[in-house]
């Protein structure tokens, strides 16, 4: 019996999966409902953003794929990964005790900066309507064997936590930042800066292109986008990996 149960209502618990984003996909395009959950103890093919592999060994974190049907437009898209990082920052908080720190756009890290959870968004948009969005959330709660390039760790390292009651935490916790992002898109904005942030901080960036440059994080447009102060000008990056270099 997995420490993962109980679920809620609409989480469906698989054993061992490739990916819970190809299991939410395939859900969506058959009709699922909103908020119709796959919770996984062990990914084989887990993955993350820009091509990177989501280490996903058995029992050793929280990996799980949520279908979201937003009516939202796709400016307010860009919020919801910032709402759904700091959701997962007040939730770990408010279950642990323990103070994270937000990476723009999608990472939660340690305070000494260090990977806790990642999240990945993956949309389907027909004629600019969307039509599904397949909203990933992985976080490390047991140590795993993580590559020193990671820069990862996890919350046990932090006080004694159980991956089934966290995830009951997080989960409804979600749900109600959710709507009230619904009806207030700048709600992501509010409590994402709630949290210590990478806002004030030297930040290096690498374009999609390749490209990198580095400046000093000054703030967040209503869209989500990141505010650079570069030596010259500030500069709006609307996608990009973000490193923090103090
Ligand atoms: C990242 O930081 O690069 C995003 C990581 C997202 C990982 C989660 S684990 C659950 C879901 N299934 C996947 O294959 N990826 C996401």
Redesign the pocket.
Known sequence: MTDLLPLPEGVQYKAEVG????EIRALARAGAPEWTVVL?DQ?T??????G?V?Q?QAGS?????ILLRPRVTLSSLGLLPLLVGASLAASIQSHLGLTTQLKWS??LLSLDGR?L????LESEVIRNNVKFVVL???VNVHRQDFPEELRATALEEFGEVKRGSLFRAVFGRLRLDYARFLEQPEFALQLWKSFPNSLGKIVQILEPSGDTWSGIALDLDSSGALLVQTETEIKTVFAGEVSLLR
Do not use: C, E, P, V
């Not at 990916?19 to 190809?22: E, N």
């Not at 959870?117 to 990945?120: Q, T």
């Open positions: 990916s819970t984003m190809d996984a990914q093919h887990g993955r993350g953003r820009r990177k989501w996903s974190g929280l990996y799980f794929s999608n990472d990977k959870a990642g999240i990945l990933g959330i992985g």
